[in-house]
């Protein structure tokens, strides 16, 4: 399997902090893998994923998407190929519609053509919200429905690696079970890159990721 990407002797420091989040911390992920990482509250399970996505600089170290150093990439270009999607959905304040085709509206994603109403539809079915209208106001859904909005404006624009800032946090068992299964259906069926973030002990029941925990700075497989 293809290396997407590789992470090697990460250092980063938050200012006036006492310890270094990351120290001397290595990761490789293969082209259609999936990766969760574990670890206590406040290890640095955010910081990594926004690291990698350029939302935050590292101090040191290599962080390497398809072999070419992330730095070298305009940030807007590199964020379309790794979409982070945060612990909390950010909606704008519009309907459901233009909160999907939002990024559409950027620059970088000029040449993409805008998905028909008939594929969002058929898209909010996927994703368990069929009683979801695209007219609705997006902000009046509740967390879980708008968690899964989060998850399919990222995948519209066909990122090659998701980054999920644990998906399921703020949802109920029900919610969380379709998040679940939505997530391994992206990367069984459509061989999606995946980074999740989670503090959920819940097995995925198709797949078997590969699990770290970050701890003392650093990543080790469990
Ligand atoms: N902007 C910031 N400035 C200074 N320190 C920060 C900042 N953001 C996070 N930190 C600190 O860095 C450490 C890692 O934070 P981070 O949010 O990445 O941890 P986490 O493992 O994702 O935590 P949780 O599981 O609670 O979401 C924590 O000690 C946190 O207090």
Known sequence: MPILLEIES???????????????????????EFIVVKGASGTG??????LICRLQAYDEGHILFKRRSIESYKPAELRRSIIYVAQIPSMIDASVRENLLFPFSFAVNGSM???????????????????????????NLSVGQQ???????????DPEILLLDEPTS????????MV????EHLNTRQGKTIIMVTHSNRSLSTISPVEYLLEQSKLRKI
Do not use: C, H, W
Request: hydrophobic fraction near 50%.
């Open 180 to 183: 679940f299964s939505i997530v």
């Open 45 to 50: 399970k955010s910081t990594l994923l926004r």
């Open 147 to 157: 968690q899964r909005i989060a998850l399919m404006r990222a995948l519209l624009l």
């Open 10 to 32: 990460l250092g980063f420091s938050y200012e006036n902090a006492f310890s270094p989040v990351f120290s001397e911390l290595n990761l490789s992920v293969g082209q259609e």
């Open 113 to 139: 053509a805008e998905p028909a109403d008939a594929r969002l539809t058929e898209m909010l079915e996927q994703f368990y919200l069929q009683d979801v209208s695209l007219l609705q106001q997006a902000r």
């Open 170 to 177: 703020a949802l109920d068992a029900k919610s969380a079970s």
